[in-house]
């Protein structure tokens, strides 16, 4: 289905505007500054593989590109074009591209109605005009297009992966959609799509929820929204879209103070907290309030098997961790059944004493511990019939002691995180139930860079094993919760069917 | 008022613990081997200045100290003893140690009533009567005492603070107390005392607490309970107190199943999530419900005047960044009043445009705005009667992009956060309103290290400056909302009376 009258979504259409092979870019100037600039800088930082036209009424050369004039004189068709030139200026600039045969055109300059002048007003009008002359517009006021596939990137998106994955985000909030595309690199997300569209005057939420919908090579959408143009349209696709794959949704300005901020940064009209809480339950998409807590729902919803986990065992030392879990856990409605007596006794057989206990949490008394004691244990507790993902919890950090007392030159010799990370991927093999691993470090001074250069390799080496990992255990029981609710209310609506 | 009937709490008894000028510690081994010899070598690497006399029946040397064979035959008075050896011998330690001249004792061995067995329940008694007999003890199955002044640590805690600050932690969790301190020590929460006191056979929160009231290094107390001895005792002391200061709560084992997980932990009994978050409530005690929450409420409560602090202003780039900080603001009841025109006026004159705005919060547009337009903002803004305290969000990583363009040898070399300190520092000087830092990190991947180092180091000299800093704003908003809160009750009662 799709929600917009004027213009049908074809997705050809769309296909052409993610992966261009011919980009115009309207308004870089040879001195380097300005959105331009940047973003041309940027396409060729990622390595962007299609042909670049760079376009600047004063002409000239930049990073070894010829600029044209005009976008008339560039000699060959375009597929897409990037915009950012002063508002006065963009709908003369959209109509030049479309000639060329653009697709589409994401324009990155603002002036628009986000004033809320009638100068902006009007000309946000002219664009959607253009636009409906047969060319897709991405914004005003944007941050643009990120596809890991093409190496088309946002603003300021040099340093983005380019590594596809499942996961596709689109925002107004061009801030949000940078700052998520960072938070998604370093975390471990993968993205197929990501579309910041600003004032959104033509594609948006509805249409692009839709695509995504449909988009083989999307299996998690995820969201940042101020306001919706179309409420009832939106929330249908929603539900729609919702019944295939998850879409995590970050609703911003739910506050009276919010909501008034959301007019001056996107003209959006925003809507209660009441009611958007209601309707996203009713439509089963996951609600979250931060872009780190999306991330790492993504991050679990695209890494662990699509089903709901009701029993969690958290292995790890330390007492009162043990005790947190717990308390984190029941907020989030998740279960930590006591083990089988005869599987705690196995696990108790194999632990240090004093200290431990097998219970669940399973305290293994010390932060040392081998990775075959790790794995042992966590293979003895995937025994039990009501354990259905477990949670690894490491300090790592406790291995500095270790290197200072041997001497060892660095504490990554002395820690065996790449032996855990082969037994805890032989474990998620052998009994097919998944594995989360947490490594806080309590120890961020100055002075401890070799921790957290260890921590961040550590990470990177479960990833590459498709394995979810986690700074904090209470963020791993949430991202858990969302995946597991989100499964098992799809799941309930499948049998009332 | 002190709360426990056997042992009044004479305070000269407790001085001379916290800082004991000869230890004796009983349980060294000269291998290396174990707490006790692990506690020796923390307390040398600490720097504990006063005389230490090792303790092990097979006598020998560690670390260059000759090892008595008793305690009888250290050839001085005890101040203070740290018992490590196998629970069943600790009463007899206990007793030597007292008739040394031993003021207390800390016992690190386990194996006592948390191991629920007739044994361990006898010994814990026995430990008990030696108490009794006037050596005070902290402990059994606890992590100890840290102390900067006087260089006293906790198990493993060779790398804690020896800077001594205002803020007294107390735990029965010696987890809990470990990665607090540790916590602390790079969030800037400096410390006068941490006391992690385990299963509390003698010393524990109530006594503890009442101390920490009195205690003129102490202006604020931090603490993690999982269950108390005496409810009654315990809460009108914890009133008593929370009237002179701030007294932050973090209640573990608060649901069922973390109830359970506190027995096996400290042998305690939890109580309701209802009664307690009542009661801490009617005692303006500010409740947490994590470890990082609480050191960040004890940062901000130790380095912000003491007073409540209802309207904010927020200062960064990113118009989403500002409706996300309106509806966290008002999740906890703070304000964020719309600045008055005539200043506002004033802040847009030197903002760069199109893209910024300066009702509240102020959006600067770009994130490489110079240190001297965000102090002229801070300082316009501060202008404002409705405004108490500010909040400056700086995404010090967008100079990595500067550092690349101008090929500079280190992003440290273009940043300016030196020049921002002594901004912010002039600002919270002329202003006599308190200025909080927020410095996120989006990029921290593996490649990213010298963006990490560069915001630990601008932390640090934020901290020399005592101006708290945060990596999320969430969080400082949140801390902001505990300090406002606790002096907004503690005002309001005082008019009452």
Known sequence: ????????????????IFNPKRVAIVGVSSNGMGFGSAILSALIAIGFEGKMYPVNPKGGEFLGLKIYKEVSEIPDEIDFAIISVPASNVPAALDACRKKGAAGAEILSAGFRETATPEGIALEEEILEEAR???????????????????????????????????AFLSQSGGMAIDFGQIGTWMGVRFSKVVSFGNGVDLREC????YFGDDPETSVIAMYVEGVEKGSNFFSVLRE????KPVIVYKGGLSDAGSKAVKSHTASMGGSERIWKAVLRQCNAVQVHGLEEMAEASLTFSLVPPRSYEGISVVG??????????DVAETYGLKLPVLEEKISDRIMSILPKPGSSAFNPVDVANPLVSPQILKDTLLFAAEDDKIDLQIL???LYHYKSLAMA???????????????ADSVEEVVDKTGKPVIIVLPNNKRELQSMDLEEMIRDARDIFLKKKIPVFDDLFDALRAVHHVSKYYAIKQRRWKEL
Chains 1, 2 share one sequence.
């Open 1 to 16: 289905m799709t929600c917009v009258e004027r213009a049908p979504a074809e997705s050809y259409d769309l296909e052409k």
């Open 393 to 395: 919890i490491q300090l």
């Open 317 to 326: 030392g330390g007492g009162a961790l043990g005790v947190a879990a717990c």
């Open 241 to 244: 879209v919702a019944e295939k």
């Open 207 to 210: 249409e692009l929820l839709d």
């Open 406 to 420: 041997l001497g060892a030159a660095s504490v990554k010799d002395v820690t065996p995180y790449r032996e855990l």
């Open 133 to 167: 002359k047969g060319i897709r517009v991405i914004g005003p006021n944007c941050f643009g297009i990120y596809c890991p596939k093409s190496g088309l990137t946002l603003l300021p998106g040099p340093d983005l992966s380019r590594e596809s994955g499942e996961v």
